[in-house]
């Protein structure tokens, strides 16, 4: 039997980091590859789960207490109100709405290359196309705005930039962000910033200030990663009026449960805990920084969790370099233009960095 399934979808093979069922305990002593929070935790975290009220699973979430919190804390970038938050599983809920309003056949994104695998799958699940404006290897993978501004056109119909970048962990500054949105608005060209690594950034360098001057704007936000729920698969879209609408004609009307919003509202007002995780990120971060003389690392931001490493030879497998010593890293070849040589790097907690220390010494000593 051939059953009648998308040409587009049947004839993909994804490309993804992400696993089910991950590696032993044994297979590794310490994770530096989940783009997860596990320098600290929020004490919110704490008290929302130990007062949970478990009556809330027996009915739908009816509850906008979370896209009020949401709302509340940007209300000093942006004026926004309900009906401009989308709530998700994880941020990778709201790419798929974006994507399924925006795209069919033939279509065409133009995003960074390396950026977020697991988005561009999805572009080609469309059966749209994915073209990379590729951060260079002698540049030390910094973004660069001309670049991306000369390959505006109308031929796009999305723009998609993750900031801070994944696998690099670099900042682009808010101002580079809003040329990009200008230039795209003259094309009518809507620009995706996926922030699911936002809040290793300052809040004045979100894409969200930019909401009330740009309508072609739209930004992505999770609770995986700064906040350490990534199990929660709690995430949030800020999305101008008309895509909101248009997202309310696809989705179902009740996203993420009842326990998600209950705990992700509570947390989402924890300001000092942010700023307490990018202190303590950029304290153990700094232990990785070099110099070394066979590994280099990518332009990134002090404050962020993740960075790209790369080893001088090109036939390293970098990631199993790494395993070898139960350090559990992701291969950057699961990344548009990066090779087995180069993995991305999450900092790990802080009594594990003697071992992983250790290893980034063995490894940069190998030819």
Same mark, same amino acid.
């Given at each position: 039997m051939e059953l009648k399934i998308k040409k587009v979808i049947r004839d993909q %093979? &994804?490309?993804?980091? !992400?696993?089910?069922?991950?590696?032993?305990? #044994? !297979?590794?002593?310490?994770?530096?590859?989940?783009? %997860?929070?596990?320098?600290?935790?929020?004490?919110?975290?704490?008290?929302?789960?130990?007062? +949970?009220?478990?009556? +809330?699973? =027996?009915?739908?979430?009816?509850?906008?207490? +979370?896209? #009020? $919190? *949401?709302?509340? @804390?940007?209300?000093?970038?942006? =004026?926004?109100?309900?009906?401009?938050?989308?709530?998700?599983?994880?941020?990778?809920?709201?790419?798929?709405?974006?994507?399924? *309003?925006?795209?069919?056949?033939?279509?065409?994104?133009?995003?960074? !290359?390396?950026?977020?695998?697991?988005?561009?799958?999805?572009?080609? /699940?469309?059966?749209?196309?994915?073209?990379?404006?590729?951060?260079?290897?002698?540049?030390?993978?910094?973004?660069? +705005?001309?670049?991306?501004?000369?390959?505006?056109?109308?031929?796009?119909?999305?723009?998609?930039?993750? @900031?801070?970048?994944?696998?690099?962990? $670099?900042?682009?500054?808010?101002? $580079?962000?809003?040329?990009?949105?200008? &230039?795209?608005? $003259?094309?009518?060209?809507?620009? %995706?910033?996926?922030?699911?690594?936002? #809040?290793? /950034?300052?809040k004045e360098n979100s894409a969200v200030n930019l909401m009330d001057e740009f309508e072609n704007v739209i930004v992505f936000r999770t609770f995986s990663k700064g906040y350490g729920l990534a199990g929660l698969r709690a995430g949030y879209g800020i999305v101008p009026d008309l895509v909101a609408d248009c997202i309310g004609n696809i989705t179902a009307p009740y996203n993420i449960s009842a326990l998600s919003r209950a705990i992700a509202q509570e947390v989402a007002s924890d300001e000092q805990f942010l700023e307490d995780v990018r202190e303590k990120t950029a304290q153990v971060k700094a232990n990785f920084m070099g110099p070394w003389k066979n590994l280099s690392l990518s332009e990134n931001g002090a404050t962020v969790s993740i960075m790209l490493v790369t080893h001088k030879n090109p036939n390293l497998d970098l990631a199993q370099a790494f395993a070898d010593h139960k350090i559990k890293v992701v291969s950057a070849d699961s990344f548009s233009g990066i090779g087995k040589n180069s993995v991305r790097f999450r900092v790990p907690a802080a009594k594990d960095v003697p071992e992983v220390l250790a290893a980034f010494q063995a490894i940069d000593a190998m030819e």
């Open positions: %093979i &994804k490309v993804s980091y !992400a696993q089910e069922g991950a590696l032993s305990e #044994e !297979a590794f002593h310490v994770d530096c590859g989940d783009g %997860i929070n596990i320098v600290s935790i929020s004490e919110k975290t704490r008290h929302a789960f130990e007062n +949970l009220d478990f009556n +809330l699973v =027996k009915g739908y979430p009816h509850s906008t207490g +979370l896209k #009020e $919190q *949401i709302v509340r @804390n940007w209300s000093s970038c942006a =004026k926004l109100t309900n009906h401009n938050i989308v709530l998700s599983e994880g941020s990778f809920g709201i790419i798929c709405f974006v994507n399924r *309003i925006f795209l069919g056949d033939g279509d065409k994104v133009l995003g960074l !290359a390396p950026s977020f695998s697991e988005y561009e799958s999805d572009v080609k /699940m469309w059966g749209a196309q994915y073209d990379g404006v590729y951060l260079k290897p002698e540049n030390n993978y910094r973004f660069c +705005l001309q670049e991306v501004l000369d390959r505006i056109d109308d031929s796009y119909k999305l723009i998609y930039i993750d @900031n801070p970048n994944n696998p690099t962990g $670099q900042i682009i500054p808010l101002d $580079q962000i809003r040329a990009v949105a200008q &230039k795209a608005a $003259q094309h009518n060209v809507a620009l %995706i910033v996926d922030e699911a690594y936002g #809040e290793y /950034m300052p």
